[in-house]
């Protein structure tokens, strides 16, 4: 290690990551999932099309028994959209801490050079 590395080390201290953090970002280096904006829509296509295809045969058909069941898979799979969406915030905070934490060692890094 050159003298230049160990002087900024010693200026400017890692953030302290607690235990959820590095965990949070060792999981998120180790995907290399690439969820795009496709990936994302063509998952929430298979939650949302079987609904659509049984209201329209519903429609079709005449059947207002097949129409309510088409509405009520709707209705459960925005549901688990939500529930989903709820479980996942847990993650979302965590990676604004890393990224609060990134930002303001950062910060000091560029008042410090």
């Not at 002087?7 to 953030?15: G, L, N």
């Not at 058909?61 to 088409?70: A, V």
């Not at 993650?91 to 950062?106: C, F, N, P, V």
């Amino acid at each position: 290690m050159s003298v230049d590395m160990q002087d900024s080390e010693s200026r400017i201290p890692m953030p302290d990551f607690t235990a959820a953090e590095r965990s949070y970002i060792i999981a998120v280096a180790a995907d290399d999932s690439h969820d795009n904006g496709v990936y994302r829509t063509l998952s929430g296509a298979a939650y949302f099309l079987p609904s659509v295809a049984i209201g329209c045969y519903g429609l079709w058909d005449g059947s207002f028994k097949m129409l309510g069941i088409g509405f009520l898979t709707l209705i459960v799979s925005l549901a688990w959209g939500f529930y989903t969406e709820w479980r996942g915030s847990h993650h979302e905070r965590t990676g604004r801490a890393i990224a609060a934490k990134l930002r303001q060692a950062m910060e000091n890094r560029s008042v410090a050079d």
